[in-house]
T-cell receptor, first 108, second 117 residues
Framework: DQQVKQNSPSLSVQEGRISILNCDYTNSMFDYFLWYKKYPAEGPTFLISISSIKDKNEDGRFTVFLNKSAKHLSLHIVPSQPGDSAVYFCAASNDMRFGAGTRLTVKP | DAGVIQSPRHEVTEMGQEVTLRCKPISGHDYLFWYRQTMMRGLELLIYFNNNVPIDDSGMPEDRFSAKMPNASFSTLKIQPSEPRDSAVYFC???????????????FGAGTRLSVL
């Protein structure tokens, strides 16, 4: 059973606007979450992570929010750039499985 | 370090043939993962090893799939016999395992695109 879920297969935003990618998990024991970014013809690469002892982690234009009570995390990209167009995967460190991914398209 | 190295990058074969995908993890990493990416299922975990020992192979779709890790620097994923529905991109990843605060970053190879005709 998929314990990490990304329910939006795709997202399209205008350059300069905010992109919000969502991820839900079912196991309350998960305590560390990671986001990966994947370009075509390449393997996924680590982007940003968050520990359950925090509710927010920021790295430049990327911020990840964690809502433990809702078992929900989100990745915010502000401002979005065309180079951010990729597939984004979330994962829980305790579980080696990934969400199905969300394809982000940032239009110029 | 050159990162995780996979070979071949592309493989085209005919149904019924044996296919072997290869992976060299990052030196010093003690976890190795095999994933398959398809449009329908996204990134699926097939199997992972810790210190060359298979830990979880519940994602291996059928007995036609097998994986080995004879030493810390090499792993193979074999499909025998191959079928058209096996066509996908197969990724290998390695990690240094769970570290402080549970962080476990995986480093992926560029993948092998398999086409079974």
């Amino acid at each position: 059973d998929q314990q990490v879920k990304q329910n939006s297969p795709s997202l399209s935003v205008q350059e300069g606007r905010i992109s919000i990618l969502n991820c839900d998990y079912t196991n309350s024991m998960f305590d560390y979450f990671l986001w990966y970014k994947k370009y075509p013809a390449e393997g996924p690469t680590f982007l940003i992570s968050i520990s359950s002892i925090k509710d927010k982690n920021e790295d430049g234009r990327f911020t990840v929010f964690l809502n433990k009570s809702a078992k929900h995390l989100s990745l915010h990209i502000v401002p979005s750039q065309p180079g951010d167009s990729a597939v984004y995967f979330c994962a829980a460190s305790n579980d080696m499985r990934f969400g199905a991914g969300t394809r982000l398209t940032v239009k110029p | 370090d050159a990162g995780v190295i996979q070979s071949p990058r592309h493989e085209v074969t005919e149904m019924g043939q044996e296919v072997t995908l290869r992976c060299k993890p990052i030196s010093g990493h003690d976890y190795l993962f095999w994933y398959r990416q398809t449009m329908m299922r996204g990134l699926e975990l097939l199997i992972y090893f810790n210190n060359n020992v298979p830990i979880d192979d519940s994602g291996m779709p059928e007995d036609r799939f097998s994986a080995k890790m004879p030493n810390a620097s090499f792993s193979t994923l074999k499909i025998q016999p191959s079928e058209p529905r096996d066509s996908a991109v197969y990724f290998c990843a390695s990690s240094g395992g769970i570290t402080f605060l549970g962080k476990n970053i995986q480093y992926f190879g560029a993948g092998t695109r398999l086409s079974v005709l």
